[in-house]
């Protein structure tokens, strides 16, 4: 069977956008960001007489700091992100009513993170503020991927957030961050719902293009905060903590997604389908025995400081 193109993909599965926004519309909760963040803890800074931020005004740990840190700014990229959904998904239909109530649904969590880190003076402001211009400036790029490609991205993406989000609560220590990191994960999970069933409708309609492009983006997979500044070294930082790294990915992000598809049982694929799932096989295998590597590296080193604390 011969590619589709965007205009018959989006055609074919606007019913199903149609159904899953309808089912997503009955499912979301409202929730109001203000009454997540603990006001009467807010005062002024510098600027109008207050006192300026330090370091032990906040009662987060460094990498609760840092996971949180990391977690606004990627939300801060929403502009970026709703022109690349915009220009896959269009402004018709379904598609284009689902990417305005995305857009809004997702405009929250940056704005509830930001006041409860301002309020309980969590991260240092100037430093937050600057890195956010910066990410902001740089924008986030998706090379324009294919519609198909774009629903694989963001299945995976938004069930990663949510696990980011959910595993920086339980870090935190502390109750209301955990209770708003809570609350915004249950928004990634909805929405990861909506396009893990846009990618499920999608198999059964031209099994092998879908195929591939699950395969690419398993194999290219990048955070969309990889933009952020200093993000590899506070990626890594959050993966020795455990809060995401690639055993998570493996076991919590890929794994479950892929076996929801039916990826490993789908028939009726052509030559290249076929290729693209050995394809798909191989980078789970090799991100497997990467996840494995790693967490016994982690354990060594953790190991090791025991010892030493401990002699």
Request: one cysteine or more.
């Amino acid at each position: 069977m011969a590619d589709l193109d965007t205009t018959a993909l989006l055609g074919a599965l606007e019913p199903v956008a149609e159904e899953n926004l309808d089912r997503h519309l009955k499912a979301a909760q409202d929730w109001m960001p203000h009454e997540y963040v603990p006001w009467s803890l807010g005062r002024d800074f510098k600027e109008l007489g207050g006192e300026p931020w330090s370091v032990e005004q906040s009662q987060l740990s460094p990498i609760a700091r840092t996971a949180l840190e990391v977690n606004l700014l990627t939300e801060d990229n929403l502009p970026s992100y709703h022109r690349e959904i915009e220009r896959a998904f269009g402004r018709d239909s379904a598609w284009g009513e689902w990417v305005n109530r995305w857009t809004a649904e997702e405009g929250r969590h940056a704005f509830c993170i930001r006041d409860y880190l301002l309020v309980t003076r969590g991260v240092d402001p100037d430093e937050l503020e600057q890195a956010r211009m910066d990410t902001m400036q740089t924008g986030y790029d998706s090379g324009d991927k294919p519609l198909l490609n774009v629903c694989a991205y963001v299945s995976f993406q938004e069930l990663a957030t949510r696990v980011s989000h959910r595993n920086t609560g339980r870090y935190t220590d502390e109750p209301i961050a955990e209770k708003m990191l809570t609350r915004v994960a249950k928004d990634e999970n909805l929405h990861m719902i909506f396009y893990r069933n846009i990618v499920q409708a999608a198999l059964e309609l031209t099994p092998s293009q879908t195929m591939r492009a699950i395969t690419d983006e398993v194999v290219d997979f990048q955070m969309p905060g990889a933009i952020i500044p200093g993000f590899g070294r506070k990626a890594v930082q959050m993966a020795m903590a455990g809060i995401y790294d690639l055993r998570i990915h493996h076991d919590d992000i890929v794994q479950p997604l892929l076996r929801q598809w039916g990826v490993w049982e789908l028939e009726g694929l052509d030559a290249e389908g076929e290729a693209a799932r050995d394809r798909l096989s191989d980078a789970v295998g090799a991100l497997d025995a990467e996840a494995t590597r790693f967490v016994e590296k982690r354990e060594e080193r953790a190991a090791k400081l025991a010892a030493r604390q401990n002699a």
